[in-house]
């Protein structure tokens, strides 16, 4: 069984502000860990993504994420924020293979200039 | 690579008719999954085809939807017959093993 509890609904930042964006997982097994995108009326984009190797997992944006097995954590941050950041964000376990990928309920960043 | 193409973007149809949505993989990726994504209940999974063969139909909710994948290429989702709780964004995604590529997907609106 896997979940995904995303902290913080909509998260409000300044313009050059650090963005932070939390999530933590639930996974039987050792779990792949994906943060994805979605700008509004657009499919979901993918942002990062952990499957082994290297903790910290840069992506697309300047966003990057690092995971951390013993706090089951793997949060998305950026240094500083920018007015076109503004979108939904969510975050997702899987377990590799084909298997199916668990997503949080989101998180909307509102950038403020 | 065109991506993951689904259509029609946007359809309005009446309760009671039957809505046919289509997807198209992206080439070479061998599963295939169907979302629903609604304000209430977030990302759904509906069900999800690997290798062209249902795996898991758990999410689809009511014996109303169905989904076929007859090739590696094309994909269908349909509701006969549709109902208004059924408006949602249905999202078709491909994935080869580590990562999914979604579509635009489908704005429907049963009315």
């Known amino acids: 069984a896997q979940s995904v509890t995303q902290l913080g609904s909509h998260v409000s930042v300044s313009e050059g502000a650090l963005v932070l964006l939390r999530c933590n997982y639930s996974?039987?097994?050792?779990?792949?860990l994906f943060w994805y995108v979605q700008y509004p009326n657009q499919g979901l984009q993918l942002l990062l993504k952990?499957?082994?190797?290297?903790?910290l997992v840069k992506g697309i944006n300047g966003f990057e994420a690092e995971f951390k097995k013993s706090e089951t954590s793997f949060h998305l941050t950026k240094p500083s924020a920018h007015m076109s950041d503004a979108a939904e964000y969510f975050c997702?376990?899987?377990?590799?293979?084909?298997?199916?990928?668990?997503f949080g309920i989101g998180t909307k960043l509102q950038v403020i200039p | 690579d065109a991506g993951v193409i689904q259509s029609p973007r946007h359809e309005v149809t009446e309760m009671g008719q039957e809505v046919t949505l289509r997807c198209k993989p992206i080439?070479?990726?061998?599963?295939l999954f169907w979302y629903r994504q609604t304000m209430m209940r977030g990302l759904e999974l509906l069900i999800y085809?690997?290798?062209?063969?249902?795996?898991?139909d758990s999410g689809m909710p009511e014996d109303r939807f169905s989904a076929k994948m007859p090739n590696a290429s094309f994909s269908t989702l349909k509701i006969q017959p549709s109902e208004p709780r059924d408006s949602a964004v249905y999202f078709c995604?491909?994935?080869?093993?580590?990562?999914?590529?979604f579509g635009s997907g489908t704005r429907l609106t049963v009315v």
């Open positions: 995604a491909s994935s080869p093993v580590d990562g999914y590529t």
């Open positions: 996974s039987s097994v050792p779990p792949y």
């Open positions: 952990y499957t082994t190797g290297a903790t």
């Open positions: 997702a376990v899987g377990s590799g293979g084909y298997q199916k990928v668990t």
């Open positions: 080439s070479g990726h061998n599963s």
């Open positions: 085809f690997n290798n062209n063969v249902p795996i898991d």
